[in-house]
């Protein structure tokens, strides 16, 4: 099975922390504007997920969405969630820690493709 989204170590480890302190939340990938393109966390309530989103998986055991058309864009590659020091977007959950999520990415190799119907 080839995942759509994953997270390296480090993005694990911080997904963990944010869950043994929030409890539960889930990862939705911003389009761009005021947080630029990153996998924002968000409390359930902050962020309603409806017919325009797209779920990818799950990460570290949290729920990863996508708005539809920018995944129509992106569904060629896998996202990859990492982690950096500094601030990311204000919006995120993990803002105050120092740390960011950072999504990363690579194009699916042709069986990848095929393997999830992408022709």
């Known amino acids: 099975m080839v995942d759509k989204v994953m997270a390296t170590p480090a993005a694990l480890v911080l997904i963990e922390r944010l869950r043994a302190e929030h409890g539960s939340?889930?990862?939705?990938?911003?389009?761009?504007?005021?947080?630029?393109?990153?996998?924002?966390?968000?409390?359930?309530?902050?962020?309603?997920?409806?017919?325009?989103?797209?779920?990818?998986?799950?990460?570290?055991?949290?729920?990863?969405?996508?708005?539809?058309?920018?995944?129509e864009y992106w569904k060629h590659t896998q996202l990859i969630i990492d982690v950096i020091e500094?601030?990311?977007?204000?919006?995120?959950?993990?803002?105050?820690?120092?740390?960011a999520f950072l999504t990363r990415s690579r194009v699916f190799t042709d069986a990848e493709a095929a393997a999830l119907g992408l022709g």
Not at 30 to 40: E, F, L
């Open 25 to 71: 939340f889930f990862f939705h990938q911003s389009g761009g504007c005021c947080d630029n393109s990153a996998a924002n966390a968000y409390l359930p309530g902050e962020l309603t997920i409806g017919a325009g989103d797209v779920y990818l998986g799950d990460i570290g055991g949290v729920p990863f969405y996508i708005g539809a058309k920018q995944y």
């Open 86 to 99: 500094g601030s990311g977007g204000t919006f995120s959950l993990e803002g105050p820690t120092g740390q």
